[in-house]
């Protein structure tokens, strides 16, 4: 009861604060004109504005790169863990090259330069580059779970006469993935707020509606909440559904 309380004070304050900021500015707010921005409904026909399509275009880039992302991560997870030189070389060096470089340099590289070359749309480049930038932090994690698994359960395995894929596939990663599926929450919101970024080579997205809308109407303000409400919403649904999968999880074991 107190942190809801605590919650709706700091909700209460911060609200004051850009209210009193926005109207020592002289801005007019004129939120009864964002609504047609986001649907419309004539003759009880329901019809997407501008925000819901961009926000369209965001789901499908945040599955696609979440899909790729993770799988990338498990790979290379995998191959900085096995015994060859040439796996653990080449992984490695994807993750320092990827992790100490922005990633708006990434996907303007992959863009400019790559996309050309292979030509590949903006919506594939987007989605490559959030799939290696994220994949090489979910690599980690991977990592992360698998080294934390108990030898003797590898040993276990050995001694039923599982093979190196078969203990991965039946004993380790069953086991790794309850103990990283929180850290991987974290990674999906990330993925979410970073596709924020491919609005920068005008893939029309959710920010890119917004931008466009913008400069149309001059409703920055109400525009930017909203889009900020938005991302809050899919971030927030998504962690309580992870939530509710790793109580089941937790149930079953």
């Known amino acids: ?78 191959c900085r863990l096995s015994s060859s030189v040439l796996a653990r070389m080449v992984s490695r060096g994807y993750l320092e090259l990827v992790r100490n470089t922005p990633l708006l340099v990434q996907l303007f590289f992959i863009y400019f330069v790559l996309s050309p070359i292979f030509d590949m749309s903006r919506f594939f480049s987007a989605v490559l580059a959030l799939s290696l930038f994220e994949g090489a932090y979910a690599s980690e994690i991977f990592r992360a779970g698998i080294v934390s698994i108990p030898k003797g359960q590898w040993e276990a395995s050995y001694s039923l006469g599982l093979s190196g894929w078969d203990s991965y596939r039946w004993i380790v990663l069953p086991q790794a993935v309850r103990r990283v599926l929180p850290p991987l929450t974290s990674q999906a919101v990330s993925l979410v707020k970073d596709s ?40 927030v649904a998504l962690s309580s559904a992870v939530a509710v999968i790793e109580k089941r999880m937790k149930v079953a074991a």
């Open 196 to 235: 924020a970024l491919v609005s920068t080579i005008a893939v029309y997205d959710l920010t890119m509606r917004g931008q466009e809308i913008i400069a149309e109407t001059y409703l920055a303000f109400e525009l930017w909440f909203t889009i900020a409400a938005i991302y809050l919403t899919i971030t």
């Open 1 to 78: 009861m107190i942190d809801v309380v605590l919650f709706l004070c700091v909700l209460a304050g911060a609200t004051w604060l850009v209210t009193d900021g926005t109207t020592k500015l002289g801005y007019n707010w004129q939120w009864y004109r964002v609504p047609r921005y986001i649907f419309t409904s004539e003759n009880g026909r329901f019809t997407a504005g501008p925000l819901l399509e961009g926000l369209k275009v965001t789901l499908e880039i945040t599955a696609a790169s979440f899909f790729f992302a993770f799988t990338i991560g498990l790979i290379t997870a995998l």
